[in-house]
């Protein structure tokens, strides 16, 4: 397993900007991130193999998020902008090791989440 560390939550306006990050403290095939809303059922936003291949993202976020990484410091972003209300989540880094074709699911590590908040 690995430890995945957030940050870069806080308060924004609609239409602003946030960027978060998640440092894994190994190696990792996929990681991605989540949201969950209070009394919504937690939701993929975007992942991304930390080798070659293509982001996936939600479609609520396409065009506005960009998820990205930096394999030297074991790093993942999630930029976030034109930011809504409805994107207001705690949102949590995921990560796991094992290999597939696709990064849409099976995490087995998370952090401890970093909380966002559109207003």
């Known amino acids: 397993h690995v430890q995945l560390v957030e940050s870069g939550g806080g308060s924004a306006q609609s239409g602003g900007s946030l960027r978060l990050s998640c440092a894994a403290s190994?190696?990792?095939?996929?990681m991605a991130w989540f949201r969950q809303a209070p009394g919504m059922e937690r939701e993929a936003v975007a992942a991304?193999?930390?080798?070659?291949?293509?982001?996936l993202y939600a479609d609520s976020v396409l065009g506005r998020f960009t998820i990205s990484k930096d394999n030297a410091r074991k790093t993942v972003y999630l930029q976030m902008n034109s930011l809504k209300p409805e994107d207001t989540a705690m949102y949590y880094c995921?990560?796991?090791?094992?290999?597939?074709?696709?990064?849409?699911?099976?995490?087995?590590?998370w952090g401890q989440g970093t909380q966002v908040t559109v207003s």
């Open positions: 995921a990560a796991r090791t094992w290999r597939s074709s696709t990064c849409a699911y099976g995490y087995t590590d």
């Open positions: 190994g190696y990792t095939y996929c």
């Open positions: 991304i193999y930390t080798g070659l291949g293509r982001p």
